[in-house]
């Protein structure tokens, strides 16, 4: 019961084609949500001006593809991600969309490589699902999607209380008008807002 | 601002205007060309004696007729050229495919008409989209709609709106007898802002959510979008393996365009009272065609047309039957004209 995206390895996202593999988490339907949210952010705050966004796990780079494809031509997008082959898909994605001179995809474990600046937009989809419920997910997922992608730890928010807890702070890498935009799991609104 | 803003309206319109009559008057000097052509010939003719010069008599005889036809083609072509267009053949179209009555037949048979459409738009190098479709046990289609993209769509399509009934022995039909069901097919022209501004307020947008935990635990694919517009209570549902964001953007044209369908029919039906010439009533439940397969032939009831090439046509030479409506229709308009 291999994933289909997995099979003919790609997937649709934001109406835009994205390679995938089994290093890459598949894109889902409802992370268009957080490209909805950041672009209407985006649009009521920034003025569509040159915007720079950072990407935390960026994976395929579908968020972070996404947004760039739906802004101007002077905002950047740079990609963090540990796994360095999924920076490989997400290269190949960004030459395939014509956005590579427009991002940056950079190895690196969090904030440890991203050059020190005032960016924009922090965005992230981090692993948010409890270790132990792992195995009661669908053998679609946890027999072929990358567990790295996915296990936030005992309570899932594992992922939460290190961006809270980066040093230097993330706030440092944000304008004083910036955003941090998160997806979180079902039911962790209140414990990642404490965090 | 507003009134450079008419201006430009203003200037575009004069634009088609003078396009029109450049058109028409070219085509009045085609006729007339003919017409001293003819008087040419005709001259010359009334000077060749019949029996000395019997050879160079039937000659000028035969050119005669032939000036004669396109005089005749000539003539016409003016007159439809006076015809106000359709603005809309021009566009992009929507298609649905709905079986009627008849169950597997029927399904079967929505089949065929949608593989109909699709050789046709191959022949006419349109670009043949599958919004969705859905296939039934049998192997035929519960529904299926295509975006048909390409000039002239809907000029060529629109008359394919309505119920096509077949007539033949269905597959499973043990004993050879013959079944009649049916299918809807719906043409709707691609509509633009110009012509439908959905107001966000009249929406209802359903996005498809997972209930209780979803995001990373669930990677099958729902993306649904389900759009309703309230004032006039039409639905527009898609579920396919695309993204939502195309999903509803797809979702969203289909509704602009069925918005405006309806509008336009409402408009004709007001119309309608006033002037009876028509092809056909236009209404969705028109039966429009019968398809006898074991006589070969195709009947198309709103102009009493029969062709005996049901397997061509059903493999994309839908002109044969498309040209003759066409025609009519232009016949119809001509006659609007002249008896006013």
């Known amino acids: ?195 | 601002l507003i009134e450079i803003g008419l201006a430009q309206e203003k200037r575009k319109e004069y634009v088609k205007q003078l396009q029109l009559i450049q058109e028409v008057s070219q085509h009045f000097q085609i006729l007339l060309e003919i017409l001293e052509k003819e008087k040419e010939v005709r001259e010359l003719f009334e000077t060749i004696p019949k029996v000395e010069e019997k050879e160079l008599y039937d000659l000028a005889s035969q050119e005669l007729e032939e000036i004669k036809i396109k005089l005749l083609k000539q003539e016409k072509d003016v007159l439809v050229s006076l015809l106000t267009k359709d603005s809309l053949d021009s566009r992009s179209a929507f298609i649905e495919f709905r079986p009627g009555t008849g169950g597997s037949e029927a399904q079967l048979f929505a089949l065929d008409m949608f593989n109909m459409i699709k050789a046709y738009a191959e022949l006419k190098n349109w670009k043949f989209e599958v919004i969705e479709i859905s296939y039934s046990e049998v192997g035929g289609i519960r529904d299926a709609t295509v975006m048909l993209q390409g000039e002239g769509v809907f000029g060529k399509l629109k008359f394919e709106s309505g119920v096509h009934r077949v007539q033949r022995v269905p597959e499973t039909e043990s004993q050879g007898r013959v079944h009649t069901s049916t299918m809807t097919l719906a043409v709707l022209a691609e509509a633009d802002e110009v012509d439908i501004d959905l107001n966000e307020k009249d929406l209802r947008i359903d996005v498809y959510r997972s209930s209780g935990a979803g995001g990373q635990s669930v990677n099958k694919t729902e993306s649904a979008v389900r759009i309703t517009h309230l004032p006039s209570g039409l639905v527009v549902a898609i579920q396919d393996e695309r993204s939502q964001h195309k999903n509803k953007a797809r979702a969203l044209q289909i509704l602009k365009a069925k918005v405006f369908n309806l509008e336009r029919e409402k408009l004709a039906q007001e119309r309608q009272n006033a002037r009876t010439q028509q092809i056909g009533s236009g209404a969705r439940s028109e039966r429009i065609r019968t398809y006898n397969f074991p006589q070969n032939r195709i009947t198309d009831h709103r102009i009493g047309l029969t062709v005996y090439n049901l397997q061509g046509i059903l493999a994309g030479e839908l002109d044969e039957l498309i040209d003759p409506l066409i025609e009519h229709s232009q016949e119809l308009e001509l006659g609007k004209i002249i008896n006013e």
């Open chain 1, 1 to 195: 019961s291999e994933p289909i995206a997995y099979i003919i390895a790609k997937k649709e996202f934001w109406s835009l084609t994205f390679n995938v593999t089994k290093h890459t988490l598949i894109p889902r339907p409802c992370s268009e949500t957080l490209v909805e949210v950041t672009l209407n952010e985006i649009n009521n705050q920034f003025h569509q001006k040159s915007i720079k966004i950072v990407d935390l796990g960026t994976g395929t780079g579908c968020l972070l593809l996404s947004l760039i494809h739906s802004l101007n031509n002077n905002c950047l997008g740079f990609g963090i991600d540990q796994s360095k082959k999924a920076l490989e898909i997400a290269t190949q994605n960004a030459i395939n969309l014509n956005l590579i001179d427009r991002v940056k995809f950079i190895h690196s474990n969090w904030i440890e490589n991203l050059p020190i600046d005032q960016y924009d937009i922090i965005i992230s989809n981090p692993p948010y699902i409890a270790t132990n419920d792992i195995q009661s997910l669908d053998d679609t997922i946890k027999n072929f999607e990358p567990i790295l992608a996915l296990d936030g730890g005992i309570d899932g928010l594992d992922a939460y209380r290190i961006i809270a807890n980066l040093n230097p702070p993330i706030t440092n890498y944000l304008k004083e008008n910036g955003f941090l935009i998160l997806e979180i799991g079902y039911n962790q609104h209140k414990q990642v807002i404490k965090i």
